[in-house]
């Protein structure tokens, strides 16, 4: 089983990416996927939440508006676009999936810097 996020990097405030994280290993239109984020500063916050189906989304206060999530199940990947970014969105990201039966997995992250 792997998830392999990609598409962090270094960005101006205001300025946009797209996550990808690609999943392998497991059925991935059976399970639920998210993104999280964590600092060594702060606790781990869920930033996103798409169903298997993509039919419903979850955000956090913090960035709805701006992020938006969706996946391609022919793919097997889910996608975070974030615009507008702010500095306070400096954060490691990470993919998860969870089935409906409790089984999760996590990926390893990537890193998104907003800096001038």
């Known amino acids: 089983v792997q998830l392999v996020e990609s598409g962090g990097g270094l960005v101006q405030p205001g300025g946009s990416l797209r996550l990808s994280c690609a999943a392998s290993?497991?059925?991935?239109?059976?399970?639920?996927m998210r993104w999280y984020r964590q600092t060594p500063e702060k606790a781990r916050e869920l930033v996103a939440h798409?169903?298997?189906?993509?039919?419903?989304?979850n955000y956090a206060d913090s960035v709805k508006g701006r992020f938006t999530i969706s996946r391609d199940n022919a793919k097997n990947t889910v996608f975070l676009q974030m615009n507008s970014l702010k500095p306070e969105d400096t954060s490691m990201y990470y993919c998860?999936?969870?089935?409906?039966?409790?089984?999760?997995?996590w990926g390893k992250g990537t890193l998104v810097t907003v800096s001038s």
């Open positions: 998860y999936a969870l089935s409906a039966y409790g089984i999760d997995y």
């Open positions: 798409i169903s298997s189906t993509g039919g419903s989304t």
């Open positions: 290993g497991f059925t991935f239109s059976n399970y639920n």
